[in-house]
């Protein structure tokens, strides 16, 4: 599916950021890269649900402001700001949790956008020690290389849906460079490298489906 690994990971950049949010400590994890496609196709994928199950999930409900949705099996929320093509801002209700996402597209030129996402959590110490920001940012990993293979291919569903690349080398091979990259984003923005590291191993199992390293 992915013929160049190193490629598909070295075109998003990552970063963790700390700061605070009414009054609590929060991180962010920020994803950027750039799409060969206009703005308004865009950010036509990003929102009409007919496009969105090709390469993130099924979404209900309305993605206009003040809008409710859900996603299938995962988070639901309100859209707190809509301004086409764009920015898209969100709550993410997930588990008794509330973080928040936000999207914002510029236009390169006709055929070129460049996307940033942000998505934003209280921090909570013992799941960051065990997971890391990485646990959040894989699965947003997968999600832009889902989005990118929709664009370039058509491809009518997201790579990790298909059981059967989830059990490839390339898909293992993906998940730990993905973590290995959010690892070095934590160390950037002034985390433990022992405790990043460890981090990232557990969030690696994790998505590869293995037990967590011992003592992780």
């Not at 999207?103 to 996402?117: F, G, K, R, W, Y």
């Not at 433990?192 to 191993?201: D, E, L, W, Y």
């Amino acid at each position: 599916m992915i013929h160049d690994i190193a490629a598909a990971i070295g075109a998003t950049s990552r970063i963790v950021r700390k700061r605070e949010r009414d009054g609590k400590p929060a991180e962010s994890v920020i994803a950027e890269r750039t799409y060969d496609i206009g703005i308004k196709d865009l950010w036509d994928a990003l929102t009409n649900p007919e496009r969105l199950p090709r390469w993130f999930s099924p979404v209900t409900g309305d993605l206009k402001l003040g809008g409710r949705y859900q996603v299938e099996g995962n988070a639901g929320g309100t859209v707190t700001v809509c301004d086409p093509p764009k920015t898209l801002e969100l709550t993410w209700e997930f588990g008794g949790t509330v973080s928040w996402v936000e999207v914002h597209l510029h236009a390169v030129s006709e055929d070129e956008t460049h996307l940033q996402l942000v998505h934003e959590g209280h921090i909570d110490p013992a799941w960051a020690e065990k997971y890391g920001p990485g646990a959040t940012g894989v699965g947003w990993d997968l999600g832009l290389l889902g989005l990118q293979t929709h664009i370039a291919s058509g491809w009518s569903k997201p790579p990790e849906a298909d059981m059967e690349w989830t059990r490839t080398d390339e898909y293992k091979l993906f998940v730990r460079k993905s973590s290995a990259g959010w690892r070095d984003a934590s160390v950037a923005a002034g985390n433990n490298p022992q405790i990043a590291a460890s981090a990232a191993a557990n969030t690696t199992s994790f998505y590869l489906g293995e037990a967590p390293p011992e003592g992780g």
